[in-house]
């Protein structure tokens, strides 16, 4: 029962990394290290232990079908787990955490009683799978030549790279430079409303400094036109928002020019006076 | 194996500089797309069909390099933005799960959604804990999910072969599928559903390689994959029934020793578990999917035509848009579908002749699966090429296993006779005619899919174009829409401006608004209109009246569909400017909202 087995000690592994990866998951905030231990500790831990706990000395599944056997586990596993959670406490962090850490200790104890050592005369199974096939088409590679591994660098490489072009070409040729800006009663689906908002957001690509023109008034013929201006300077994806406020019925008018031209209009926004 | 990643990359490669010319509008980039196409499917099929011997781990190479390769295509198309507009209903999906932690909410844009949220479910919890963004997590999963399916597809052919040449011949012949490049890899449900469907069918044909308690453990592992699949995705659900049940057919055509009933256990349980969710769960799967049947059984196509007849008077101008491909992608789709044919009636006859001998139970299950292409091919007839299209992606799971028993083992039954030498030519020549007849099978596949042809190079917006169609403009208004607007308002808008609305925006854009854009003034019909379909907002991209719809139409049930031979005028738009108690709420040069509601009096 405490003999260390290839499968135990795997397990043992699979057990230690899951909550080493838990751990940092808790411990940090930092998106590239949660990344790193995240995507292992759903898409590969928890069907490895599954995997290893229904076939512990590799007979029914070896090499790279064993592989693919525990990735569709994993995420078969966290689809049928995120079912369970939304049913006894929600899709949280910290469930999923507790959950995915559950399922492997579980499976590895499992795969800890099953992973005995084999009576004598039954081997277990690794690496590459056995075939049935001709022999002509048998093979592994053992180990990867300085070439191999060049072109393979290489290959990387190319893909790297393309995917750089792909990134720049489509950030450079494709970006539209545009500003939007809006007004909204509110509440919304009151048209009367005496209050609303205003707003803009650049997304021009780079900061720029607008021209804000309010222009509230006309309710009835005898009122004036009330004109403020402001000055707003924003980054790119920045909002600036204003509450306004106006007499029932009267109409506002909102255009948005950039400092450097004021007198050309980018955009612009009203409120009509509603029909009775 | 080195040399052929290097060789692959390299073709993608091509690929990505095609479309960074295709972004700079350049003349040469739709050439160099197709060199680099040429060269994903041209060297792992002629590496394939030309070695003497091919390496087991090379043929698993070969298996894993084909779907990873194909995927750069899709991530260099768009590397940082989901493009297509089903990918906006499931981050919405997501979104509601990040944002309440429960499954099972109201999706304005896809139903169906939440209802099968197996995508979504992975996608979360890795949002949660990696903190990235749904896009990010999305694009992981479904690299994933597609790398995994050309893998089981391989097992499953060496499960049944043993031969490691038929087995990724036949993962390259799968990857020819019109949407396995771009639909299948796609933040949907159907991605993630897809292996589990073949994991599903692998553990099946391990369970017929299997005596006894090892048997039953994988008939158990198969019903778990097919669970799975029944709450991810109902296509995926129901085409793997279909392959169940040519397993139990399969029964019939073998001798008595050779049969496996487990099979039919398997079948019933999937089917309890798939009808259970649909009718018990995923509650609007039959409303959704009602259209579509009207359309098969030809009553909905009648009731459109007889609205656009009543509708239109316009009749096609000269230079009309259609949105029909041009003659070589309808050509080589057709090609392309005959030769899938050809080879699997071929392949076909080399298992039917064989199944008499050893176990060949999968075999001829995957066989009589593979003449499910005819049916496909019947479909086109009823329902068009779209459906057609996304039915391949099933039917050549079992068309592929036949199509590569018909290519590679043909090629080495050829190598060994040397007696005539006219044959002796035929067979050196065999490898090439091969190859290419690979290649000319991915070329009709990916003229006959996703992107459709005006879309298939990256570039500026296009009207009507699908992943041509978005573009910062809508999207970031969709954004704010989400952020400032309340939910679920009635939207009027061009179908993809409408769509992005209800994806992005959670809205609820309206069908049969044509008329109100199509007017040059804002009469007494479109008041009603507005007030019969609750519209709220006109939603408006003023490239309406600049550009013509690429797709042949610019609004859902559109009455001058394939009709347009000029852009709408700009004063079918302006009309709201002048029509009372209209706000213009939103503005960003391009894209324009109108809120009705002080339009509509009270009374």
Redesign the interface.
């Known amino acids: 029962m405490t003999e260390l087995t290839r499968p135990r000690r795997t397990v043992l592994g699979l057990v230690v990394i899951t909550a080493g990866c838990a751990v940092v ?1 808790v411990l940090t ?1 930092n ?1 590239v290290i ?2 790193i ?3 292992p ?3 590969y831990l928890p069907g490895a232990a599954l995997v290893w706990a ?1 076939d512990p000395h590799g007979r ?1 599944v070896s090499g ?2 064993r592989l ?2 525990s ?2 586990a994993s ?2 596993l ?3 787990g ?2 369970a959670l ?1 049913l006894i406490g ?4 910290p469930h ?2 507790v959950l995915v850490a559950a399922v492997v200790v579980v499976l590895a104890v499992v795969a800890w009683v099953r992973g005995s050592p084999l009576p004598s005369g039954e081997a277990a199974v690794s690496g ?2 056995p ?3 001709a022999s ?6 053992r180990s ?1 030549s300085v ?3 060049a ?2 660098v ?3 490489a ?2 790297a ?3 750089v ?7 450079v ?4 430079h ?7 009663p509110q509440p ?2 009151n ?1 009367w409303s005496t209050t609303a ?1 205003t ?1 803009i ?1 650049n ?1 021009e690509g780079a900061s720029r400094t607008f021209v804000v023109l309010e222009a509230v008034g006309k309710a009835t013929a005898t009122q004036q036109v009330v004109v403020t201006q402001q000055v707003v300077a924003l980054g790119d994806g920045q909002t600036w928002v204003h509450k306004l406020t106006r007499k029932p019925g009267q109409t506002v008018r909102v255009t948005v020019a950039l400092s450097s031209r004021p007198d050309q209009v ?11 | 194996l080195p040399e052929l990643a290097l060789a692959m990359a390299c073709g993608a490669a091509i690929v990505a500089v095609a479309f960074a010319g295709s972004r700079s509008s350049t003349s040469w980039a739709k050439n160099l797309y197709w060199v680099g196409q040429v060269t994903i499917y041209a060297i792992p099929a002629a590496f394939l069909l030309f070695r003497r011997s091919i390496l087991k781990v090379e043929a698993i190479g070969i298996a894993l390099l084909m779907p990873i390769t194909s995927y750069l295509v899709l991530l260099y198309y768009s590397p940082t933005q989901f493009r297509f507009l089903d990918e906006f209903g499931h981050v919405q999906t997501a979104q509601a799960i990040l944002s309440t932690h429960h499954l099972f909410h109201v999706n304005t844009y896809l139903v169906p959604s939440p209802q099968f949220p197996g995508l979504e479910i992975v996608t979360t919890a890795i949002v949660d804990v990696t903190h990235l963004s749904i896009t990010g997590a999305g694009l992981i999963v479904a690299g994933v999910a597609h790398v995994l399916a050309g893998l089981c597809l391989y097992f499953i052919v060496a499960e049944v072969t043993g031969k490691p040449r038929i087995s990724a011949l036949a993962a390259v012949i799968f990857a020819t599928s019109p949407h396995y490049q771009f639909f299948d890899s796609y933040f949907i449900y159907e991605t993630i559903a897809i292996p589990f469907l073949l994991l599903a069918i692998l553990a099946v044909v391990k369970m017929f390689k299997a005596e006894g308690r090892v048997a039953n453990a994988w008939g158990v592992v198969a019903i778990a994959c097919g669970a799975v699949t029944a709450v991810s995705h109902h296509v995926t659900s129901y085409m793997l029934l279909g392959l169940l049940f040519a397993f139990c057919v399969a029964q019939l055509f073998l001798p008595r020793p050779q049969r496996d009933w487990r099979v039919l256990a398997i079948l019933v349980a999937t089917a309890a578990m798939v009808a259970g969710w649909d009718l018990k769960v995923a509650t609007d799967t039959i409303a959704y999917f009602k259209p579509e049947f009207e359309i098969v059984l030809g009553h909905h196509t009648a009731a459109r035509s007889a609205l656009i007849g009543a509708r239109s008077s316009a009749t096609p101008g000269k230079h009309a848009v259609s949105g029909n491909p041009p003659l070589f992608d309808t050509t080589m789709e057709y090609v392309s579908i005959l030769l899938l044919m050809v080879l699997t009636v071929i392949g076909f006859r080399q298992v039917w002749a064989t199944r008499r001998t050893g176990r060949q139970i999968a075999a001829v299950g995957l066989a009589l699966a593979s003449l499910g292409i005819f049916a496909v091919v019947g479909a086109r007839g009823v329902a068009g090429p779209l459906l057609a299209a996304r039915s391949l992606t099933f039917a050549l799971i079992p068309v592929s296993f036949v199509c590569a028993l018909a290519l590679g083992d043909r090629l080495r039954q050829g190598s060994g006779s040397s007696e005539h030498t006219r044959k002796r030519r035929w067979v050196q020549r065999t490898p090439v005619i091969a190859t290419v007849i690979v290649v000319a099978i991915a070329i009709g596949g990916i003229t006959g899919g996703y992107p459709n042809f005006y879309s298939r190079m990256p570039g500026p917006f296009l009207m009507g174009a699908w992943e041509r169609s978005v573009d910062s403009h809508n999207v970031d208004a969709a954004t704010w829409a989400a952020e400032r607007m309340s939910p679920n308002n009635g939207v009027a808008s061009d179908f993809f401006t409408g769509q992005i609305m209800d994806a992005v925006g959670h809205q609820s854009s309206r069908r049969n608004i044509a008329d109100l854009f199509l007017s040059l003034e804002y009469t007494n019909s479109d008041r009603a209109l507005v007030r019969h379909q609750h519209v709220a907002y006109v939603v408006i991209d003023r490239r309406i009246t600049k550009l013509l719809p690429t797709g042949g139409f610019y609004f859902a049930d559109d009455p001058g569909k394939g009709l347009y031979s000029t852009p709408l005028p700009a004063v079918a738009i302006d009309k709201f400017e002048t029509v009372p108690g209209v706000s213009r709420v939103f503005d960003d040069g391009t894209i324009v909202i109108y809120a009705l509601k002080g339009s509509v009096s009270k009374s």
């Open positions: 998951a905030a998106s949660d990344t231990v995240g995507l500790f759903f898409l229904v029914r790279w079908q693919v056997w990735i569709g995420i078969g966290v689809i049928l995120g079912l939304n929600g899709l949280t962090r999923w955490l590459f799978e075939s049935s096939e002509a088409e048998e093979g592994r590679i990867i070439r191999q591994g072109l393979l290489g290959a990387l190319v893909v790279g393309s995917l072009l792909s990134l720049h070409s489509g950030a040729t494709s970006r539209e545009f500003v939007q800006a809006w007004i909204l919304q689906a048209p908002q707003g957001t997304h980018l955009v612009s926004v009203n409120l009509a006076r509603p029909v009775s």
